[in-house]
């Protein structure tokens, strides 16, 4: 910390500078664990969680996965490869990858009527 003293008006007065930078606070955050929701204190948590334990996780939003199912989906299957600006995943159909989206605060757009190929999120970045 730098300190000096200035001399204003026949007055003697302490001027301090110093550079403060707050501690960033720890996030929530939702990831996804091999297509299992989980939450995370922050995202250091979740990279210390991957270091531990045999399954991936990878941050899908900021803040908690939400636990309300906001509508019913039919299980017909009609395939749908999506993408989300960060990874490709596969839905059984539309519906189910708009629940998803709503659930988990995703935006995940689907870019073929087919299922992703299996290397589709291989070497992205």
């Known amino acids: 910390m730098l300190s000096r003293f200035v001399l204003f008006l026949g007055l003697a007065c302490l001027v301090v500078r110093a550079t403060f930078v707050p501690?960033?606070?720890?996030?929530?955050?939702?990831?996804?664990?091999?297509?299992?929701?989980?939450?995370?204190?922050s995202v250091e948590a979740m990279h210390e969680?991957?270091?531990?334990?045999?399954?991936y996780c990878d941050v899908q939003h900021s803040g908690s996965c939400s636990?309300?199912?906001?509508?019913?989906?039919?299980?017909?299957?009609?395939?749908?490869?999506?993408?989300?600006?960060?990874?490709?995943?596969?839905?059984?159909?539309e519906c189910e990858m708009r629940r998803f989206n709503y659930q988990y605060y995703d935006r995940y757009a689907a870019v073929s009527?087919?299922?992703?190929h299996p290397d589709a999120n291989k070497d992205l970045f």
């Open 113 to 116: 009527n087919c299922l992703c």
């Open 23 to 41: 501690e960033a606070p720890a996030r929530n955050v939702c990831a996804d664990c091999n297509g299992v929701m989980r939450d995370f204190t």
């Open 49 to 55: 969680f991957n270091s531990h334990n045999d399954e």
């Open 67 to 93: 636990t309300v199912v906001p509508c019913f989906c039919t299980r017909q299957y009609e395939p749908r490869c999506a993408w989300n600006d960060r990874k490709f995943k596969n839905f059984t159909n």
